[in-house]
Nanobody, 123 residues
Framework: QVQLVESGGGLVQTGGSLSLSCAAS????????MGWFRQAPGKGHQFVAA????????GYADSVKGRFTISRDNAKNTMYLQMNSLKSEDTAVYYC????????????????WGQGTQVSVSS
C-alpha cells in the first residue's frame, strides 16, 4: 500500500520560512513524479510545485515561483518543499502527491495523496 506522510507544517509570521517533508513508502518512488497541492479554506485544490523522478525537472505555480523550492532525496524516499518569504495567502493545507506520468498541474494526474499538513501565515 502506497503511503505519503507530510510533516513540517505550522504557524509562521509573514516573511518567514517553513520546510515541509513528505515521506513515501510502499513502492519505489525514484521514478515517480511527486508534488505539492494546497487547499485554502473555502477554495479548491491548487497546484504548488512538482518534481520528476530524478529531480532534473521541476514545475511551480506562478504564485510561488522564486519563493518556494521543491527537491527530493530518492535514497530516503523523501520529498521536500522549502517555503520562503511566506505570505498570508499561502495559508492552506498542503498535500503531498505522487503519480507516474509527467509533471502536471491537475490533481487528477496524481492518484496518491497524503493526509495534508496545515501551514498558517499570520500578518
Amino acid at each position: 500500500q502506497v503511503q505519503l506522510v507530510e510533516s513540517g507544517g505550522g504557524l509562521v509570521q509573514t516573511g518567514g520560512s517553513l520546510s515541509l517533508s513528505c515521506a513515501a513508502s510502499g513502492r519505489t518512488f525514484s521514478n515517480a513524479v511527486m508534488g505539492w497541492f494546497r487547499q485554502a479554506p473555502g477554495k479548491g485544490h491548487q497546484f504548488v510545485a512538482a518534481i520528476n523522478g530524478d529531480g532534473t525537472r521541476t514545475g511551480y505555480a506562478d504564485s510561488v515561483k522564486g519563493r518556494f523550492t521543491i527537491s527530493r532525496d530518492n535514497a530516503k524516499n523523501t520529498m521536500y518543499l522549502q517555503m520562503n518569504s511566506l505570505k498570508s495567502e499561502d495559508t492552506a493545507v498542503y498535500y503531498c502527491v505522487a503519480g507516474w506520468g509527467e509533471i502536471a498541474v491537475t490533481r487528477h494526474e496524481y492518484p496518491y495523496w497524503g493526509q495534508g499538513t496545515q501551514v498558517s501565515v499570520s500578518s
